[in-house]
């Protein structure tokens, strides 16, 4: 009974200091944007409608975060409905082949109070290649609204179209090679 006993404490023990935490974006307060430059004189703005992120961790400081990220390709909106046609078709993101980007981080590093690097695979165009990103833990809170334990983050980075095959047809002069990427999120404790 003793043996018994002390397995019980311990499994509850292991059970508690590794419980993971899942957190789910709000829709109606989070946004996933990029930025490219045109002609080497002008940024030009869009982003993802339609996209769902998670983050699961143990640690109160997010120091060990998992993040994952899928985006509806076909939802992308620069305020112009030519150009997302364009971007929509073979000459970009192919989203009648490709269309959904994903994210999963694989490792996370701190880089400052609440500031980190992390590090995941991206997989876009059919591509996945490792991407680095800064992640910025903004705090937590109980909303007043809704009453929900929820969690504020930023996500800021530049990757390389041309390393995901998207645009080959139009060189850097035209439309920037690199893509800011900038995402703000508001997640809500399960």
Known sequence: MQKLFSFLTLAFISATVFAQTTWKSDPAHSKLAFTVTHLGIADVSGLFKTFEAAVTNAKDDFSDAVIEL?????????????????????????????????????????????????????????????????????????????????????????????????GPKFPAPAISDEVKIKADGEFIKQ
């Open 70 to 166: 899928t985006a509806d390709l076909a939802s992308i909106d620069t305020e112009v409905e030519m150009r997302d046609n364009h971007l929509k078709s073979e000459d970009f993101f192919d989203v009648a082949k490709h269309p959904k980007m994903s994210f999963k981080s694989a490792s996370i590093k701190k880089s400052g109070e609440n500031k980190y690097k992390l590090t995941g695979d991206l997989t876009l165009h059919g591509v996945t290649k490792p991407v680095t990103v800064d992640l910025w833990y903004r705090g937590s809170l109980v909303n007043p609204a809704s009453k929900a334990l929820t969690a504020g983050f930023q996500v800021t980075g530049t990757i390389k179209r041309s390393d995901f095959g998207i």
